[in-house]
T-cell receptor
């Protein structure tokens, strides 16, 4: 079974600084998607970024970028120029691409605090 | 379209009562998913629909849980004979086949007393 591990339960960063959130996963599949979701306090889950396993290029969305290391099964999220609005729970998630389950498998999440 | 909506947002019920939650997905999305999230944990998959067909159910979905999507649009999740362990946030998400991103609703927070 696929598993997703976020080993750091909490992190903090100063406003305008850069922070990296780590995620590892376990799968025997070669074709899958990886996601980072953000869940602000008392608000709904928001997609931050997606990475396809077959793509060697790391995904980037504005201030958010990933470091995808397929052989190491590692998928970290870098947030540049951190803003107060980035404070949230961040979840790493995995999904098969096709021919199998479409469910998302989530890690336990990491609470990010942004200090002014 | 304003996204995935869920109703009610909060539900308090007594142990042993039945509850039903509703999810309205993004209109053009043919896939609909239910997850459960407890405090301090990531969401856990419960079940998913492609159009009106329920294609996958988690082992978490005991016999007391049932989900429907009768016309391939909105979905309902019913919990019969609620237990205190059912207290959680119930999340609904929807997607297309491609791209695979799942868009989440605000959730229904269930408290069983």
């Amino acid at each position: 079974a696929q598993t997703v591990t976020q080993s750091q339960p909490e992190m903090s960063v100063q406003e305008a600084e850069t922070v990296t959130l780590s995620c590892t996963y376990d799968t025997s599949e070669s074709d899958y998607y990886l996601f980072w979701y953000k869940q602000p306090p008392s608000r709904q889950m928001i997609l931050v970024i997606r990475q396809e396993a077959y793509k060697q290029q790391n995904a980037t969305e504005n201030r958010f970028s990933v470091n995808f290391q397929k052989a190491a099964k590692s998928f970290s999220l870098k947030i540049s120029d951190s803003q107060l609005g980035d404070a949230a729970m961040y979840f790493c998630a995995y999904r098969l691409t096709q021919g199998g389950s479409e469910k998302l498998v989530f890690g336990k999440g990491m609470k990010l605090t942004v200090n002014p | 379209d304003t996204g995935v909506s869920q109703d009610p947002r909060h539900k308090i019920t007594k142990r042993g009562q039945n509850v039903t939650f509703r999810c309205d997905p993004i209109s053009e999305h043919n896939r609909l998913y239910w997850y459960r999230q407890t405090l301090g944990q990531g969401p856990e998959f419960l079940t998913y629909f492609q159009n009106e067909a329920q294609l996958e159910k988690s082992r978490l979905l005991s016999d007391r849980f049932s989900a429907e999507r009768p016309k391939g649009s909105f979905s309902t999740l019913e919990i019969q004979r609620t237990e205190q362990g059912d207290s959680a946030m119930y999340l609904c998400a929807s997607s297309l086949a491609v791209p695979p991103e799942q868009y989440f609703g605000p959730g229904t927070r269930l408290t069983v007393t």
